[in-house]
């Protein structure tokens, strides 16, 4: 069953003699105590604590259509039903890697009182026959209990991949078993009652199509890299808490940088800070050319990647 908020007790009678709980306050206590895997959660996500629409650096039309989708009905589902609407059930974000896609989730989650769970392939798949089906159940399971909710599955490729037909058994004989446990979890005789599904996925050409079928992902939205507007103000979002000296222009920056994702323009303002502790300890503040010396470090950490992938 679902567990709701407890209820604040009413203040007990003063009395000399011994206090004796009826079966009604039994009664009553249960209905303000529930198992703690059905309480509401803040984060289920390891590692994934909500952030706010002020940690995603550009995107404002990416933030526009998930607050549409996902906020606004979480947090207003009286005006949806007034009209005859329901909201959507899933989102799915795909784009290359690096470009906030898993960002973007905790940024809705932090928006919204509801709770938030996440899975990953690593927690899925398992030696002992049937335990990945029964990790989606459950997962499913603990959003409709904790509802409303967001469900985050990352890398939902390396979860579902597309099925080739050949009716292989071993390891994809298990991933198309979780696909179809995934796919009726999304349509079950059992409804996602305030549950969105919010997926990420770098190969969207890697998932299955009956994933991308109308009603199950409502919303597929392209995360690209961020344009020179964009990376500036991931620049700004990553120097929040770094002093910078007077001769450091984010604009230039973010000019040098085009075409870099926003990991890898979190990762130059890292290492710029790091340079400024390698030249001196008591380093107060990020200069110009502590930027200048990420800049190259990552240039040639980029080029370096691209041979490896040739």
């Not at 990762?267 to 503040?285: H, I, P, S, Y």
């Not at 470090?297 to 980029?302: K, L, S, V």
Request: charged share 25%; hydrophobic share 40%.
């Amino acid at each position: 069953r679902r567990c709701s908020a407890a209820q604040p007790a009413a203040p007990l009678p003063r009395s000399s003699g011994a206090f004796r709980p009826l079966a009604a306050d039994w009664r009553r206590a249960l209905g303000n105590v529930c198992a703690s895997p059905l309480r509401p959660q803040r984060s289920s996500g390891r590692g994934l604590e909500r952030l706010g629409w002020s940690d995603v650096g550009g995107l404002p039309h990416l933030v526009e259509r998930l607050t549409r989708a996902v906020t606004r009905p979480l947090e207003h589902p009286e005006a949806l039903a007034r009209l005859g609407l329901t909201p959507a059930r899933g989102v799915l974000l795909h784009g290359p890697p690096g470009c906030s896609k898993t960002t973007i989730v905790r940024a809705v989650a932090g928006t919204t009182r509801a709770s938030f769970h996440y899975l990953s392939g690593a927690e899925i798949y398992s030696p002992f026959v049937g335990e990945a089906e029964r990790a989606i159940r459950a997962f499913f399971d603990l959003g409709r209990a904790t509802a409303p909710s967001l469900l985050f599955l990352d890398e939902i490729d390396a979860l579902v991949g597309k099925r080739d037909g050949a009716g292989g058994g071993g390891g994809d004989s298990v991933q198309l078993r979780v696909l179809s446990t995934l796919l009726n979890e999304m349509d079950g005789v059992e409804p996602l009652n305030q549950v969105v599904l919010l997926g990420a996925t770098n190969r969207l050409d890697m998932l299955d199509a009956a994933l991308l079928r109308p009603g199950r992902f409502d919303e597929v939205l392209h995360v690209p890299p961020p344009d020179a507007t964009g990376r500036r103000q991931v620049l700004a979002v990553h120097t929040r808490s770094v002093p910078l000296s007077s001769d450091v222009r984010l604009d230039a920056v973010a000019d040098a940088a085009a075409g870099w994702t926003g990991a890898e323009l979190a990762d130059l303002c890292r290492e710029a800070a790091m340079f400024a502790l390698r030249e001196d300890l008591q380093a107060g503040r990020v200069a110009a050319r502590h930027f200048d010396a990420a800049f190259l470090q990552a240039q040639g950490r980029q080029a370096r990647g691209r041979r490896h992938r040739q």
